[in-house]
């Protein structure tokens, strides 16, 4: 579990991409194949509600609950994964950077996860100028069926930017022939 609703995913759905429907779904697994057992179900519990907390802007409680859910189960990449949200929730776009790389390096078992921290780390780059770095993270979220970062990677490569303008010439040149065919005084 990375969020504490559906709801949560449509917020960030409309944040990164306004464009994309209310309630679009991305194409990554929501549910692990098996039934958490005990413990695994009580840390579930207390990641959402971490998440809730943040939610209602009780963002220092969500802190230090995310904190003491990591130092108990640091490999969980989820954990790393919000808590990356809540640092962007407080403009601690650093701290944030780490722990979606942590969450990356982690994110063995969940499609969604990586789908997740990818997508985050890669608007992260963008927001400091790095549309290299971004473009590849965002080909990792889609690779782990993330629908809007496989847009975003397609706007972000320079060979589909360079077939767009080309495209684009051609259509104008089709639409207005007697224009483009009149030599130019």
Known sequence: VTMASMTDDDVLNAIFDPEMPNGAKTDVDNVSAE???EIEQELLDKETAAAQLAEEGKLDEALAMFNQLIEASPLRASLYNNRAQLFQMLSKPEQA???LNQAIQHCTLS??????????R?????VQGDDEAARKDFEQAAANGNAWAKRMAVKLNPYAALCNQML??????LREPEQSAQPKE
């Open 111 to 120: 499609r969604k996860v990586a789908s997740q921290a990818y997508a985050q």
């Open 168 to 173: 684009a010439q051609a259509m104008k040149e």
């Open 122 to 126: 890669a608007v992260l780059y963008r």
């Open 97 to 99: 950077m780490a722990d």
């Open 35 to 37: 039934e958490p057992d």
